[in-house]
């Protein structure tokens, strides 16, 4: 199983896509909140170079946005 963080804030539309997307596919993941956690936004800006949301990082692979077409190829959803 893939281990899959994604990094959001409340008001991001593309955060709840990316979380619909990943209960559509019963994929597990761990949400870190950058609005409120100032360690996990040091940590996201740190893996992506950005200060962006989303951040995904699957198995240590970082995708910046809602990447559907990357983030299928990452999990083997077809």
Known sequence: MAKVT????PT???CKAAKAFFAENNVAYEEKDVA?????RDEMV?????LAVPVIDVNG???V???KPKLSQLLGIK
Do not use: L
């Open 12 to 14: 991001c539309v593309y």
């Open 65 to 67: 946005g809602f990447d």
């Open 36 to 40: 409120k956690d100032a360690a996990a």
């Open 46 to 50: 740190k893996k992506s170079g950005m």
């Open 61 to 63: 692979n970082v995708i």
């Open 6 to 9: 994604i990094y959001t804030t």
